[in-house]
Every structure is written in C-alpha cells, then in structure tokens.
C-alpha cells in the first residue's frame, strides 16, 4: 500500500515520499526519532505519521490479507510454462539476443551498463522502436516509454531508426510474402515516434515521482510493452550524503520496476553508467552504485557493453 493514500497532510506525505518511504511497509520498522531526522520534523509529528500509518497497514491487511495469500499462489509447473511462453524484443543484434536469449525478455528487469559513448542510449531508442514491429513481422506491437535521466535522448535518431525498420518490413516482404500487395506497411516512421512516450527528468525526486506514477500511466496506456530509464542512476550519484537514504530510495525504486514489469507483462530496461574499482590488485569496471539495483525477478540480466564489444570486435 502506497504511503500517497495515507490521511494526512500533502506536505507530509511529500516529505515521506521525498526521503524514500514510499510503502507503508517502509514504515514498519522505523523508529519516531529516526522518521523525524529523515524527514527534518519533530518527533511528535513523526509518532503521529507512524500512528496513522500502522492503523492503516492493519486495516489493509485485515481487508486484503488472506485473499492475496490465496490469489498469488503458483505452483512451480506454471511458472516453468509462463517462462517458456514469455515474449521478447529484439535488439536489432543477433548475437546479443543469443547473449539475452532470444532478446530482452518482458515481465523482468534487464541492467545494461557501459562506458560513455558506447552505446546505452542507442540501444535504449532502438529497444523503443522494435517494440512496436506489428505481430505480422515477431514484434509486440505495443509503445514504449522513455524516461530521460541525462537528456541525451536524441529524437533524430529516434526517426532514422523508426525508417530503417520500415524498410526491414519492405525487404521481408518483397523476399518472403507470396503477395506483396496483400502485406503493404502500414506503419509509417512517424507512427512510431507517436507510440514513445517522453519523460524528461531533472533531479532524484522527479524520477521517484514518475516511477511511483507508472503504474497508473500504464493502467491507462495498457498498449506498454517495454519502459527505458536512461540513466537510473544519474541524479543519484551526484550531492548525496546521506548513503543509507540513496540506498533505500534506489531499492524501494527497483522494486516497484519489477512489481510493474511482472503485473503488466512488459520489459523494464535500465540504462547505467559504469565506475572503475579496485579489486584483487587491479582496476575494473563496475556498474555506477555496486549492486544497490541487483535485485531478482525470476531473472535479470546483467550486460556490460563494453565487454560485449570486446567480444564482437
């Protein structure tokens, strides 16, 4: 249960939101003291925001406890089919989607980390894109939506890409179909630039705000089939000093990515930068943050695009 349906005051509840306590379960096992430096109010206050806080977790769990139990058992043979069954998009990269399995697979969270310049966001427009190839052709057929940490989402590109798909579609069709005529693209390259939806981001808190407004987002918009974060932890590593807070905003954030990406049905992928460690005597690359973000969701996958280049070199 979202902390933005407890009874108290707008301010509070942007404070508790703000400071990462997004979830009444966040809640649970703070103290007064604790609550109130975090959030920079008196201790009272903070008591009266757990009181209320607590009433309502009680009441929620009294309401929706032994039905969710029930509802959410699955036995082990269903989950097998449900992974055997699930979709993919491709990469435009047959030897990444080998690497992937087929490709980025939906109802999971996929990390993608590289060095400036090597082609995160490139990858991240083209996920966009290939998203929204028609069924007829072994897409989704869905939209995307992009949220942009960096600003280095590139909407020219965006369009050369969208182009050279169609002109995929046109060269299947005149070496596969029978009848080229009966299989016309339908889909112009300005169709798919209206299926991507942009979200500019300036600090941490719009990003917590706009991965807390997803969910309804998506509930209107159940055509989603993939969302891009580009890059998770940009506003993140910058004027933090608080450790222990930047660890529980980017946890409780993943998530709620992973709660979306197995109740919609789609792919969440997020974009990181990457950091030099010492480790063992040497140098190596790592992703931006450690493993603040390596959280588990049937499975995700963790790629460093700088050693798959190697590789395909």
């Known amino acids: 249960m979202e902390v933005s349906s407890l009874p108290i005051s707008a301010s509070q509840r942007g404070k508790l939101i703000s400071a990462g306590y997004t979830s009444l379960s966040s ?29 309502r977790s009680g009441l929620d769990r009294i309401d929706n406890g032994a039905c969710a139990i029930v509802n959410g058992a699955q036995t082990a043979w269903d989950m097998l089919h449900e992974e055997e069954s699930s979709v993919r998009i491709t990469t435009s990269c047959s030897d990444l989607d080998d690497i992937l399995g087929g490709g980025i697979n939906c109802k999971e969270v996929t990390e993608v980390g590289g060095v400036p310049g090597i082609g995160k966001t490139q990858l991240g427009i083209q996920l966009a894109i290939n998203v929204q190839i028609p ?12 949220i942009d940490t960096e600003g280095s989402f590139m909407v020219e590109r965006a369009l050369q890409i969208a182009e050279a798909c169609v002109e995929d579609m046109q060269e299947y069709n005149s070496f596969l179909r029978k009848d080229v005529r009966a299989c016309q693209i339908r889909k112009e390259p300005k169709d798919f630039l209206d299926n991507i939806f942009y979200f500019r981001i300036c600090s941490y808190t719009e990003q917590i705000a706009v991965v807390n407004y997803l969910e309804k987002f998506i509930s209107e918009h159940k055509d989603v089939k993939v969302v891009v974060i580009d890059s998770i932890t940009f506003h993140f590593r910058q004027d933090f000093e608080d450790m222990a807070l930047r660890t529980r905003l980017l946890g409780g954030m993943a998530l709620k990515l992973m709660k979306l990406a197995k109740k919609f049905n789609l792919a969440v992928v997020l974009l990181n930068q990457v950091t ?12 931006a943050l450690g493993n603040l973000l390596q959280l588990r969701s049937g499975m995700m996958f963790f790629i460093c695009l700088y050693l798959l280049w190697l590789f395909l070199k």
């Open 27 to 55: 809640l649970s096992s703070i103290s007064p003291s604790h609550l109130a430096q975090d959030l920079k109010i008196s201790e009272n206050e903070a008591l009266e925001i757990l009181k209320v806080a607590s009433r």
């Open 135 to 146: 069924a007829d052709y072994g897409g989704l057929e869905g939209k995307a939506v992009y």
């Open 276 to 287: 030099t460690k010492y480790s063992q005597g040497s140098f190596q690359l790592t992703l």
